[in-house]
T-cell receptor, first 114, second 117 residues
Framework: DQQVKQNSPSLSVQEGRISILNCDYT??????FLWYKKYPAEGPTFLIS?????DKNEDGRFTVFLNKSAKHLSLHIVPSQPGDSAVYFC?????????????FGKGTHLIIQP | GAVVSQHPSRVICKSGTSVKIECRSL??????MFWYRQFPKQSLMLMAT?????????EQGVEKDKFLINHASLTLSTLTVTSAHPEDSSFYIC?????????????FGPGTRLTVL
């Protein structure tokens, strides 16, 4: 049973436009959400996170939005750049403030076209 | 930022042999480390939590006698795949919480590609 779902295996966006990656979750105990970027044969790299007490967090070109009632979050990248092409994983935790193993989605392969 | 290394990056072994994978936090201490496994086109699946000075805790369905974890120091955790079989072939990744203020920001190692012939 997939507790974190990324329903789009891939997404193609033109350079300079906005990329929107979506993530849904089913476990209402999740209280912290993270986005990771991953290149082939490498470990994931942390991008941005959001606590369940917030509905938006912004860091440069990256913004994460959280809709708790819909159990949905999204990552916005604007403007999209060629170096953003990678697989993006949504991850969640129910650690309640402590470090804990993460539950990952299957990832979305973002392709930025010139 | 915090750096986590893994060794080896790639290993090919014969069925029935054991393989040890090391995970090190290079510039910070980690009392807890996590081991994940990723099959092709699948998500990273948490296998176990490695605890310095105590036994590892395993996720449901993960055989503790097959995947031996030793957290020998505050900067080193090892995962030993015992009597490896072809179905154990996967990408193994470790992570450690630390670095920036976010309490659950985890830093991942580069991963180890295990191929069992």
């Amino acid at each position: 049973d997939q507790q974190v779902k990324q329903n789009s295996p891939s997404l193609s966006v033109q350079e300079g436009r906005i990329s929107i990656l979506n993530c849904d979750y089913t476990n209402s105990m999740f209280d912290y959400f993270l986005w990771y970027k991953k290149y082939p044969a490498e470990g994931p790299t942390f991008l941005i996170s959001i606590s369940s007490i917030k509905d938006k967090n912004e860091d440069g070109r990256f913004t994460v939005f959280l809709n708790k009632s819909a159990k949905h979050l999204s990552l916005h990248i604007v403007p999209s750049q060629p170096g953003d092409s990678a697989v993006y994983f949504c991850a969640a935790s129910d650690a309640g403030g402590g470090a804990d193993g993460l539950t990952f989605g299957k990832g979305t392969h973002l392709i930025i076209q010139p | 930022g915090a750096v986590v290394s893994q060794h080896p990056s790639r290993v090919i072994c014969k069925s029935g042999t054991s393989v040890k994978i090391e995970c090190r936090s290079l510039d910070f201490q980690a009392t807890t480390m996590f081991w994940y496994r990723q099959f092709p086109k699948q998500s990273l699946m948490l296998m176990a939590t490695s605890n310095e000075g105590s036994k590892a805790t395993y996720e449901q369905g993960v055989e503790k006698d097959k995947f031996l974890i030793n957290h020998a120091s505050l900067t080193l955790s090892t995962l030993t795949v015992t009597s490896a079989h072809p179905e154990d072939s996967s990408f193994y990744i470790c992570s450690a919480p630390g670095g920036r203020a976010a309490y659950n920001e985890q830093f991942f190692g580069p991963g180890t590609r295990l191929t069992v012939l």
